[in-house]
């Protein structure tokens, strides 16, 4: 019995130690904030990040975390950490044409989509559900 428990120990340290896992785990970045999608200001989520919980009719009212300028037509990738649906709206108040991010979705490119218009710089406004 205490060979099982001493080997299982090892096995956790072993994982907890390996090359990348804590890379991943210290790097908030790389995951969005648990039931958020987050926008980054530039491709391949690099740049300011700006987390949200709920909808937003107007993201000219947010700022990037280490910029601090408006999120308004500012977003290049994005993380969807939701089980619901995140609508990008390219007007104010939900209008304009939309963007759909599936749950627990990811796109590292907002340029690199199908949809008239690219919603790179262009998102003006989120609804989540």
């Known amino acids: ?13 072993a994982v907890v130690g390996a090359p990348g896992v804590a890379a991943v785990q210290a790097d908030s970045r790389t ?6 999608i987050c926008l980054y200001e530039h491709d391949n989520y690099k740049g300011g990040r700006a987390c949200f919980s709920k909808s ?5 009212n947010n700022r990037w975390s280490s910029t601090y300028r408006s999120v308004y037509n500012g977003a290049s ?4 950490n939701t089980g619901y649906r995140v609508h990008l709206w390219s007007g104010r108040f939900y209008s304009g044409t939309s963007y ?6 990811y796109d ?15 998102a003006e406004s989120l609804k989540i559900g």
């Open 108 to 122: 590292a490119d907002l340029t690199k989509n199908s949809g008239n218009p690219s919603f790179d710089n262009n």
């Open 77 to 80: 990738s994005m993380r969807n």
């Open 56 to 60: 937003d009719s107007n993201l000219a």
């Open 100 to 105: 759909t991010a599936q749950p627990y979705s």
């Open 1 to 13: 019995m205490k060979k099982v428990v001493i080997g299982s120990l090892l096995a956790a340290v």
């Open 31 to 36: 995951s969005s904030a648990a039931g958020s």
